[in-house]
C-alpha cells in the first residue's frame, strides 16, 4: 500500500505585530531614510480607552537621509497614520540629537496608539 506524498511544509507566515506595523509606517513616513534603532512598548488604559505608549529612536545617516528626517521631524506631529485596528491619538518628537560631521540625525518620538472598538 502506497502512502500519499506529503506536501511541503512551510514556515508559517509571522503575524505583524502593532510595533512591526507602526515602525513601518514611521519608515514610509521617513521616505525610507531612516532605521529602527530602538522601539520599546508599555501598555496604557484610561477609564475608557485602552492601548499602547510607543518609544521609538530612528537614525538618519548622510545628507540626503538628514533632509528626510527635517522633514519627517515637521511632518510626524500631524500625520495620519492607517494602521489597521488603531488610533494613533498623539505623535510627538521627544529628543533631536543632530551632528554635521558626518552628517546624522537621530530621533526619538513617543505615540500613544489606542485600540479601535
Known amino acids: ?10 514556515a508559517p507566515k509571522k503575524r505583524r505585530s502593532t510595533a512591526d506595523r507602526l515602525n513601518e509606517a514611521l519608515l514610509a513616513l521617513a521616505g525610507g531614510h531612516a532605521t529602527v534603532t ?21 537614525e538618519f545617516a548622510g ?7 527635517e522633514c519627517f521631524l515637521a511632518f510626524l506631529p500631524e500625520h495620519e497614520f492607517a494602521i489597521p485596528g488603531q488610533l494613533v491619538a498623539d505623535a510627538a518628537v521627544v529628543e533631536v540629537d543632530h551632528s554635521a560631521h558626518p552628517p546624522l540625525l537621530r530621533v526619538t518620538c513617543e505615540l500613544l496608539l489606542l485600540e479601535e472598538s
Do not use: C, N, Q, Y
Not at 63 to 69: C, I, L, N, P, R
Open 1 to 10: 500500500m502506497k502512502s500519499a506524498p506529503l506536501a511541503p511544509r512551510t
Open 38 to 58: 530602538r522601539h520599546s512598548e508599555a501598555g496604557w488604559a484610561s477609564i475608557t480607552f485602552a492601548g499602547t505608549r510607543h518609544r521609538v529612536e530612528l
Open 63 to 69: 545628507d540626503a537621509a538628514v533632509e528626510a528626517g
